[in-house]
């Protein structure tokens, strides 16, 4: 069996790392990437991770100042389906290969550039590095509690850049299923803080109630100024660590499931002392600083095997490890499902990887091989260009600007945010997502005291039905649905479905041509298949918390602590876990997005009929790449400081006279545009900085020269003037990242546009993650608990008698 994008042929001008990633997703699911890299190779190979984003693809040196090497590319790109580039706005076009060209020799083409800011941002000629978005959008504020010090904290998961990846990839998949009837290709665009921005799947919407209703609704801290916290929330989703010095991440989030814990934790008895019955509500803050104390130290009492087997024998009670790095490719659930796969890197020899984000059944994506030698196809390529022949001229006729998922039909069946979430981005970009919720609707709609907030922005664009998919009446309706729909997502956890009759083979059954895409969040069979996964869950066992706080916590360290010492570090581990707008629930959404685009365009080809799988665990370990990948021989990567301001004195932050600032000036150009501006005469003519080897050497005394230096102005000042020299340095804000994307930065970057809402009236919204050069796009609001039951029961030819003996039975809403 062939792979879903087999034949697909995929240029990709290697930038960074969300261009290389993309890249090498494509190549997982079967395209032919041919990675084109400057002289020396990309930047890339100096990194570890080099051995899983090149994976599969085929590399070739051409220099495209080169008139004679640009050529070649062109004529590669002549004869190619997608190109992947990720280069500043206009250089491209500078050097020859911008999309007006490429398009003009191959209308066919797609076209997918991913920036750092986009195009139209007023910080669009800044350098799009990982952390100066982070730092503009006001994430590293937003993780100040994460260290002992006073200001922002950073942190190291890459969640613009991986979301960038996945939005860009949907865009791609989009085009070629838009492609498959107008024969036209087109550009797509996205952007690392577009992308970063459209991460958060709920804070949107409370934003802006706090801004509507600022007497009624506040933002309120997770945690107080004495780091106790602010919401009993907070306390359900307890942080501990066990007597062998393994740190655990609770998610008894209902009422029930923490009875359970304080039960097995032997502290029933509290529930009968008046001081204590309340738990976990407590008014005081030294009441419920006490409350957890005594919690964290009775998880202390047991082992984690003991604790182990208390999951195993209390299904209400559950835990995830806090993994670390390559830790995660041993989770039991990836190593039983076969999520992971072996290769021999040429030059870094075996490895242990990720295996493809998405499962498909009857096109099965998979590894071709090890990344290859710098140059390893470069005769070859060279030769199958000057053989390419000039593709076709576009189609007789105005070309279409409908939107590029028009009439496709997806059908949700789950709840919460990680699957349906995914679904959500499609609608931006055309597809019809009608959502199945039980009659009380998704738990979502009352997660938040403002009825409906929890649940809006995920249910943007969507058609609500409401049916009991317990009576056999109302799985009746569900499958009626699936007869019609082209694609099927759902995110229940093991056996729900199959229990329901609505799993994939029953659904297939009825209609052969469906793609059933299975989203949960550890999978849908094995050890943890039925287990309960919200984002801190994943966040600590995935290894994203862990890497988020910087330095190891090692066993040793952990069962030498105070319990005062251990509540601060459960404090710093749960704010690494999940704070703003940045968690797996988004990492793995935009996942599930490019797995239904990808559904969508094999669909069209002819694949259909078929199972799918993604899992937000799965879905991390690609996130965090950088860190997972294990190797044979120890390897160096680099490492957050003890105080997290973040890699060394180059890539850090930096406290100003007022304010904070993040410096990103990694390079040799870098360094020497940095010690021209900074005004220290010494800086660039001291020997100890006088070369990468140097300044290495010579890190936390060139980290201090710069902190002194940084403190002679303002953080605003040091950006306009740095940025002007050519700098990598922007604020790091101190408002909520979803204030900034919102607010006027997001306005000038023309991320935000105003929806209706029957609930919320007209509101901002981010708009959608990709845009396109022909296909519109469209941003729609959210709706209401079983909207659009009799709209869409009428439709499939119900009657008026028929749909009003289901709503008498209980079966619909009402």
Known sequence: MTGPLEGIRVVEFCGGAPTAQAGQVLADFGADVVGVEPPGGSPLRAHPVY???????????????????????????????????????????????????????????????????????????????????????????????????????????????????????????????????????????????????????????????TERFPDAFQNKPTYDENLVPSMSLTIRLLVAVTSDGHWLQFSQVQPRLFLALVEEAGLAWMLEDPEWSTLPEFEDPDHRRRFIEKLMEAIRQKSLAEWQEVFDRNPNVFAEVFRQGTELLHHPQLVHAGQRVGLTDPERGDTLQPAPAVWMSGTPTGVRGPAPLLDADGERLRATAAATSPAAGPPSGPPPSGLPLEGLIILELGTFYAGPYGATVLTDLGARVVKVEPLDGDPMRMLVAFPEAGAAKVLQGKESIAVDIGSPEGQEVVRELASRSHVVLCSFRAGVAERLGVDAASLLRLNPELMYLDAPGYGTDGPYGHRPAFAPTISAGSGIAMRNFGPPLAPERSMAMSIGDARLSSVFLSVGANSGGTQPDGLAALTVGTALALAAFVRARGGGGQRMLTTMLLSAAHALSETVVEFAEPVERPQVDQEAYGYGALYRLYETAEGWVFLAAPTEADWCRLAAAVGEASLAGDPRFRDAESRAAHEDELAEVLATAFHARGARQWEKELIAAGVGCVVSEEQPMEAMYLGAFGQQAGMVVETGSPIFDTYPRIGPLVGFSRSRTRALGGCTLGEHTVPILEEIGWSPDRIAGLRDKGVIGR
């Not at 580039?85 to 999309?99: Q, S, T």
């Not at 800011?117 to 100040?144: D, I, N, Q, T």
Request: one cysteine or more.
């Open 51 to 209: 051995a899983m984003w090149g994976r599969g693809k085929r590399s070739v040196v051409l220099d495209l100042g080169d008139e004679c090497d640009r050529a070649v590319a062109l004529r590669l790109v002549d004869g190619a389906d997608v190109v992947l580039e990720g280069f500043r706005p206009d250089v491209a076009e500078r050097l020859g290969v911008g999309y007006e060209e490429l398009a003009r020799r191959n209308p066919r083409l797609v076209h997918a550039a991913i920036t750092g800011w986009g195009r139209s941002s007023p910080y669009a000629g800044v350098a799009g590095y990982e952390a100066l978005v982070m730092a503009k959008l006001g994430v590293f504020h937003s993780y100040g509690r994460m260290s002992s010090r006073p200001g922002p904290s950073f942190i190291s998961t890459p969640y613009a850049a991986y979301s960038a990846t996945q939005t860009a990839l949907t865009g791609v998949l989009a085009a070629l299923y838009e492609r498959e009837t107008s024969g036209l290709g087109q550009r797509v665009e996205t952007d690392l803080a577009l992308a970063a921005a459209g991460l958060d799947p709920w804070n949107q919407m409370l934003h802006m109630l």
